[in-house]
């Protein structure tokens, strides 16, 4: 509700649904973790993640806005590029940088794992 992302919108949705045709498993299983750009130019880090369950088609997004690299909060810079790790056979997503929660940016290393319907790990407003 308070995200400026909107999930449902026509990009989003043709992106997840693109995923699912072309893509292959690549997270916690069955499911496609894709990161989508939500802004440009590219010198820009700012993507959102959803987990895309294969089989059901359903798509959960991420308890965050978007992330970033490690952001200097005296005048927005990116100090550097975004770590993103995760593996195929496990549940748990690593964020190295940055993450945008309800108009807030936290710097830091931030660790979610996916129990297949939702997040838990590090807190955010998006979890209440």
Not at 10 to 34: C, M, P, Q, W
Not at 48 to 68: N, R
């Amino acid at each position: 509700m308070y995200s400026p992302v909107d999930f449902c919108d026509e990009r989003h949705v043709s992106e997840i649904k693109d995923a699912i045709g072309k893509r292959t498993a690549n997270f916690n299983g069955h499911y496609i973790l894709l990161r989508i750009k939500e802004w440009s130019p590219s010198e820009y880090y700012g993507d959102s993640v959803v987990a895309i369950d294969t089989e059901s088609g359903i798509a959960y997004p991420m308890p965050f806005d978007y992330y970033t690299g490690e952001v200097n909060m005296k005048d927005s810079k990116i100090l550097k590029t975004p770590k993103l790790t995760f593996f195929a056979g496990s549940s748990k997503i690593c964020i190295d940088g940055s993450i945008l929660v309800y108009r807030a940016t936290t710097n830091g290393h931030f660790c979610f794992d996916f129990d297949g319907h939702r997040f838990s790990g590090f807190h955010t407003a998006y979890m209440n």
